[in-house]
C-alpha cells in the first residue's frame, strides 16, 4: 500500500496509543491505521497535509467540562466537522503483571481522570501523581514495573502496554462521557432530509446591551434546538465569540430562517460543520433504563 492510500485510511488524534481518543477512533473507524499525534494542532496537521483523512478530537466531558484548547483550534484550523461520537468513558486500574490491588501505593493518570476516580483513590488510601495522558500513565507504570505504581486508563492502555486489571470501572460518575469530533478537509453535508442532523457554527457579536439575545431570537421563534452556546473574547474584550450547535440542517426552512436572523444581529457567521446526529442523542432522551443503555454501548 503506497502513502497515499495508506493516508486515505488513516485517521489521527491526540496522544500515545492507548489513549482514550484512541479508543474512540477503534470504535468510529474499525478497518483504519491510526496516527498518534503530540498535540491537537499536530493532528489538525496532520490532515490539513494529508497525512491522514480524519482527525478525532475531544471536545466535552460530561464530568470535567469542555477540553481546553479544542474550542479555540476549531474555527481556525481549517478542517470541518463531518461527525460526532460519544464514547462512554471507563476508568479501569492497571498495574504490572502479577501485582494486586493491595500492593498498589501511588497511581498515575491525567488530572482529570484522578479527579473522576476520587472516591475509588480515597477509599484506598492511594497517592496520586498527574502526568500528561492516561496511556503514558499506562507506559510508564509498564516501563518501570514496581507493583507499587498503578495507572488510571483504558483497557486498552492495558492490552497495549501488557498490564493486568487490578480493579475495573473505578470512575465515580456512571455518565461519564466524552463527546469526540470528526474532522476532515473537506465538508461532507448530509442530505437534509437524512434524518437527525446537528450543525456547528461560530459568530461574534457586538458589546452592546442585548446584542446576544437579539441574535439567538431567531432560533426560538423559529423552534430550532440549541444544544450548546459556549462564548470567548477577543483581545480587547470588546466583542464576544460565540461557539454554538444547533439541531437541524441549513437547507431546512426554521434552520434557514433562523440563521437569517441571526446574521442580522451578528458578524462573521461561519458554519464549522453540518453532520449526522450521534444515535447516543436519542437514546440518552429516552426514557429507557440506565442499565439497558450501558449494556447497549458495552463496557471497554
Same mark, same amino acid.
Given at each position: 500500500?503506497?502513502?497515499?492510500?495508506?493516508?486515505?485510511?488513516?485517521?489521527?488524534?491526540?496522544?500515545?496509543?492507548?489513549?482514550?481518543?484512541?479508543?474512540?477512533?477503534?470504535?468510529?473507524?474499525?478497518?483504519?491505521?491510526?496516527?498518534?499525534?503530540?498535540?491537537?494542532?499536530?493532528?489538525?496537521?496532520?490532515?490539513?497535509?494529508?497525512?491522514?483523512?480524519?482527525?478525532?478530537?475531544?471536545?466535552?466531558?460530561?464530568?470535567?467540562?469542555?477540553?481546553?484548547?479544542?474550542?479555540?483550534?476549531?474555527?481556525?484550523?481549517?478542517?470541518?466537522?463531518?461527525?460526532?461520537?460519544?464514547?462512554?468513558?471507563?476508568?479501569?486500574?492497571?498495574?504490572?503483571?502479577?501485582?494486586?490491588?493491595?500492593?498498589?501505593?501511588?497511581?498515575?493518570?491525567?488530572?482529570?481522570?484522578?479527579?473522576?476516580?476520587?472516591?475509588?483513590?480515597?477509599?484506598?488510601?492511594?497517592?496520586?501523581?498527574?502526568?500528561?495522558?492516561?496511556?503514558? +500513565? %499506562?507506559?510508564?507504570? =509498564?516501563?518501570? @514495573?514496581?507493583?507499587?505504581?498503578?495507572?488510571?486508563?483504558? !483497557? /486498552?492502555?492495558?492490552? #497495549?502496554?501488557?498490564?493486568?486489571?487490578?480493579?475495573?470501572?473505578?470512575?465515580?460518575?456512571?455518565?461519564?462521557?466524552?463527546?469526540?469530533?470528526?474532522?476532515?478537509?473537506?465538508?461532507?453535508?448530509?442530505?437534509?432530509?437524512?434524518?437527525?442532523?446537528?450543525?456547528?457554527?461560530?459568530?461574534?457579536?457586538?458589546?452592546?446591551? +442585548? %446584542?446576544?439575545?437579539? =441574535?439567538?431570537? @431567531?432560533?426560538?421563534?423559529?423552534?430550532?434546538?440549541?444544544? !450548546? /452556546?459556549?462564548?470567548? #473574547?477577543?483581545?480587547?474584550?470588546?466583542?464576544?465569540?460565540?461557539?454554538?450547535?444547533?439541531?437541524?440542517?441549513?437547507?431546512?426552512?426554521?434552520?434557514?430562517?433562523?440563521?437569517?436572523?441571526?446574521?442580522?444581529?451578528?458578524?462573521?457567521?461561519?458554519?464549522?460543520?453540518?453532520?449526522?446526529?450521534?444515535?447516543?442523542?436519542?437514546?440518552?432522551?429516552?426514557?429507557?433504563?440506565?442499565?439497558?443503555?450501558?449494556?447497549?454501548?458495552?463496557?471497554?
Amino acid at each position: 500500500m503506497g502513502s497515499v492510500e495508506r493516508a486515505a485510511r488513516t485517521v489521527a488524534f491526540q496522544g500515545l496509543p492507548g489513549a482514550y481518543s484512541h479508543l474512540a477512533c477503534r470504535r468510529i473507524f474499525p478497518d483504519f491505521e491510526v496516527l498518534p499525534c503530540d498535540s491537537f494542532e499536530d493532528v489538525f496537521a496532520a490532515v490539513r497535509q494529508g497525512l491522514a483523512r480524519h482527525a478525532v478530537i475531544p471536545v466535552d466531558n460530561t464530568v470535567a467540562g469542555r477540553v481546553a484548547d479544542v474550542h479555540h483550534l476549531l474555527p481556525r484550523g481549517g478542517l470541518h466537522i463531518v461527525g460526532e461520537h460519544f464514547l462512554r468513558v471507563n476508568h479501569h486500574l492497571l498495574g504490572v503483571p502479577g501485582a494486586s490491588l493491595e500492593q498498589v501505593e501511588v497511581v498515575l493518570s491525567h488530572v482529570h481522570a484522578l479527579g473522576q476516580c476520587r472516591r475509588f483513590i480515597r477509599r484506598h488510601g492511594l497517592r496520586t501523581r498527574v502526568v500528561a495522558d492516561t496511556a503514558g +500513565a %499506562a507506559k510508564e507504570v =509498564a516501563e518501570r @514495573g514496581d507493583p507499587k505504581l498503578a495507572a488510571i486508563a483504558s !483497557k /486498552l492502555a492495558a492490552e #497495549i502496554y501488557g498490564l493486568d486489571v487490578l480493579a475495573s470501572d473505578v470512575e465515580d460518575a456512571e455518565h461519564n462521557t466524552t463527546r469526540f469530533l470528526v474532522l476532515a478537509r473537506e465538508p461532507r453535508y448530509p442530505p437534509p432530509d437524512a434524518g437527525p442532523v446537528v450543525t456547528t457554527f461560530v459568530f461574534r457579536v457586538r458589546n452592546v446591551p +442585548a %446584542a446576544l439575545y437579539k =441574535a439567538l431570537g @431567531g432560533f426560538a421563534t423559529n423552534g430550532v434546538n440549541m444544544t !450548546k /452556546l459556549e462564548s470567548y #473574547i477577543d483581545g480587547s474584550f470588546t466583542q464576544a465569540q460565540f461557539y454554538a450547535d444547533i439541531m437541524g440542517h441549513p437547507e431546512q426552512e426554521r434552520v434557514r430562517l433562523a440563521f437569517e436572523e441571526l446574521r442580522f444581529f451578528a458578524h462573521h457567521v461561519e458554519i464549522l460543520g453540518v453532520y449526522p446526529a450521534d444515535p447516543f442523542r436519542e437514546r440518552v432522551g429516552s426514557d429507557r433504563p440506565a442499565a439497558e443503555e450501558e449494556a447497549e454501548q458495552g463496557r471497554e
